[in-house]
């Protein structure tokens, strides 16, 4: 053994002495605190005084016992859940339902959790228990970042965050923020974990917490390290080291972890070593079989640096097991690398190519339920769906600020006042009905002078086709080979005429809105059918992701007149040999359909000119058929009365997507 190893294992042992009597003097601290509940409970029960605080303290005394003695987490939530019930305390009962949820997830049984999630969500929400819904929120999420639902973990993080601002809850919004931008980092989304990150400092520094403040710094260190900025990633570790070392366990072995992972970024191997045995030493004073995971995959990943294969063999193994106990997804995924990096450099070819064909199945299996691009596209609508909720109660509060102004001013408002306001507003109400006189005889103009061209040529082409074979210049064979491109010519026009009813209707207010409950992929189907022979003829490659039960609230009718414009336009103005997509994404109140071609698509002065509604453009599609424009009007109008609405992204010559959004 060279001086210098012998030199790192004295520096091993007195650094490991150092932590064990850090540990020490916390773990005395913690367990005064648990033996005080414990001491509290049993005089509860001596006394047969079996109160609402009795329950509390059970359900305080259960989560002491988390990472610490798993088993005693279980015995004390579940004694609180069967008393809740005999005394039919609500909240009592949720609380336990929401540890027992966090019990099961920790071990592994995702499905059995989420079972315990809803029934706690269940019973906060009728209670009306804000802070306790939000703290559903927060575990049933973690549980979902675990199983590899992203996109449900980005739904109801934003959940939980909204309600924690909502009611200025302001300690469990940090908690979301935090765990959130875990969640990002997780991912690769290293600006978006930073940003939340920092909101969740700005909440620790609102609410003065120390060490909730040093935990989101000892993350924001560790997404520093993978942005590579390695000078704010060492003093943010170094801050928090600092921070733990007093009376926080757990978070004192992330810190070491955080430092752990600045060695090995910088090459620095032994060092690295050290900062994660110390880590692991402190864990294992706790039961945190997630933390123990990290450790061991940190510890494989040093081993393969320092060409130790034998113990790198060994903690992949370990650490492989663990994430298929707990059911880590994500985990799983950096087992699988590192044994077939450790396959690899043993030469056994056979062996890394079997590791790499299951981390490669895995990662597709992740990424088919969602991707880093679907994870932003859920944040910006869910960001959008706040926005316009927040705009809504500021113009209200605007709106009953107005009324008391209104109604205290009344008094004081002379009879010439409001003669001469009954005047103006009666003035103003005309002009705005001259007005819409004059745009809707423009735009009557501009539809009937557009869909008269476009239905000229094909009645005409009609006509003269009936005539020829009628006086016989032409054969039954020759009609027969025309017969399918007069039959599209006749659908198109067929449907301009109802395009044409539709918005005549709209414009005259008489159309009517009778709403029923949908299969999306049903209705889907069946207009996809009617037009088989055009995307056969196209070779258009037809993929559809809609779940077979998803479902919206919408007028049948008006869903087929919007999904055989946007369908038709899609396969019309696509180019041969394309595809097609058709997607959902669902919120708590709406669905959002997406569908995306790969066609000769719009500027941008077009699509403007569409969502105003203020012209109808006409475009050549891609086989030189006529388009009126009308059609995309038309959904408009029709989503609006159906409290939807339509968002269009297109690009010449790249393509266009649709989205439209529907009520649940």
């Known amino acids: 053994m060279s001086l210098g190893q012998k030199a790192i294992q004295l520096l091993i042992k007195n650094s490991f002495l150092l932590v064990l009597i850090l540990i020490s003097l916390n773990l005395i601290s913690q367990t005064k605190e648990r033996d005080s509940l414990l001491t509290k409970v049993s005089k509860y029960e001596s006394e047969k005084d079996f109160s609402e605080k ?23 939530a579940t004694k609180a859940l069967r008393n809740s019930k005999l005394l039919d305390y609500k909240k009592g009962e949720a609380s336990a339902l929401l540890r027992l949820g966090d019990y099961y997830s920790d071990i592994g049984k995702l ?3 989420v079972e315990y999630f809803e029934k706690a969500k269940k019973i906060a929400k009728s209670e009306n228990d804000f802070a306790l819904l939000v703290d559903t929120y927060k575990s049933e999420a973690l549980q979902q970042v675990f199983s590899g639902k992203s996109r449900e973990a980005v739904m109801t993080y ?66 520093a390290i993978d942005k590579k900025d390695f000078e704010l990633a060492k003093r943010y570790s170094d801050m928090c080291v600092a921070t733990f070392k007093e009376d926080q366990p757990l978070w004192f072995s992330r810190a070491q972890r955080v430092q752990s992972r600045w060695y090995l970024e910088q090459r620095l191997y032994d060092e690295a070593l050290l900062r994660n045995l110390e880590s692991e030493k402190i864990l294992n004073t706790l039961n945190n079989s997630r933390d123990q995971l990290e450790v061991d995959i940190l510890f494989t990943r040093i ?46 070819t056979a062996k890394a190519l079997f590791y790499l064909e299951q981390y490669k199945s895995v ?43 209104a109604g205290t001013s009344l ?69 027969k080979n025309i017969t399918p491109k007069l039959k599209e010519n006749v659908d198109d026009s067929a449907i301009s005429l109802n395009n044409l009813l539709f918005w005549a209707q709209t414009q005259m207010k008489t159309l009517r809105v009778v709403p029923e409950v949908i299969y999306l992929k049903e209705a889907f189907n069946e207009i996809c059918s009617i037009y088989q022979e055009q995307i056969i003829k196209k070779n258009i490659n037809i993929q559809c992701s809609i779940p077979k039960n998803t479902i919206v609230f919408v007028d049948r009718e008006h869903l087929n007149i919007i999904l055989k414009n946007i369908i038709s336009n899609a396969i019309k103005f696509s180019n041969s040999n394309k595809k097609i997509t058709f997607d959902v994404l669902q919120s708590l109140r709406t669905t959002q359909m997406l569908i995306c071609d790969k066609g000769i698509g719009m500027d941008k002065e077009i699509v403007s000119k569409i969502l105003s509604k203020e012209n109808i453009p006409s475009a050549n599609r891609t086989n030189n058929e006529k388009g009126t424009g009308l059609g995309l009007i038309i959904c408009q109008e029709l989503l609006e009365l159906n409290k939807g609405r339509l968002e269009i992204e297109s690009e010449p010559n790249r393509g266009s997507c649709f989205y439209i959004t529907l009520p649940n």
């Open 54 to 76: 009795y329950i509390d303290d059970l359900v305080l005394l259960s989560y002491q016992f988390r990472y610490k003695r798993p088993d005693s987490l279980k015995l004390y």
């Open 158 to 223: 934003y959940q939980g965050i909204t309600l924690a601002k909502d009611h200025e809850l302001f300690e469990q919004e940090g908690l979301l923020r935090h765990n959130l931008g875990f969640f990002y980092w997780l991912n690769k989304l290293y600006d978006d974990a930073e940003k939340e990150y920092l909101i969740a400092d700005s909440l620790w520094i609102l609410i003065k917490d120390k060490n909730h403040k040093a935990a989101t710094m000892s993350n924001i260190a560790l997404n």
């Open 303 to 348: 081993y393969l640096e320092l060409n130790d294969l034998e113990n790198a063999t060994k903690k992949s193994a370990t650490a492989f097991n663990t994430a298929q106990k707990v059911k880590d997804i994500n985990s799983l995924l950096q087992c699988y690398e590192n044994l077939e990096k450790i396959e690899r450099k043993k030469s056994n």
């Open 411 to 479: 008094g004081l408002v002379s009879i010439f006042m409001i003669i001469i306001f009954l005047i103006f507003k009666n003035s103003k109400s005309q002009k705005k009905i001259n007005d819409e006189l004059t745009r809707l005889n423009d735009s009557k103009n501009r539809v009937f002078s557009t869909i008269g061209n476009d239905l000229k040529q094909p009645i005409s082409t009609l006509q003269e086709l009936l005539r020829l074979y009628r006086k016989k210049n032409i054969t039954a064979k020759e009609l």
């Open 111 to 113: 499905n059995v959790a």
């Open 363 to 405: 990662k597709d299996s992740l990424n088919s339920k969602i991707g880093n691009n679907s994870i932003r596209l859920a944040k910006a609508k869910l960001d959008f769906e706040r926005n316009q909720a927040d705009l809504l109660q500021a113009n209200q509060k605007k709106l009953e600020k107005q009324k008391v102004i």
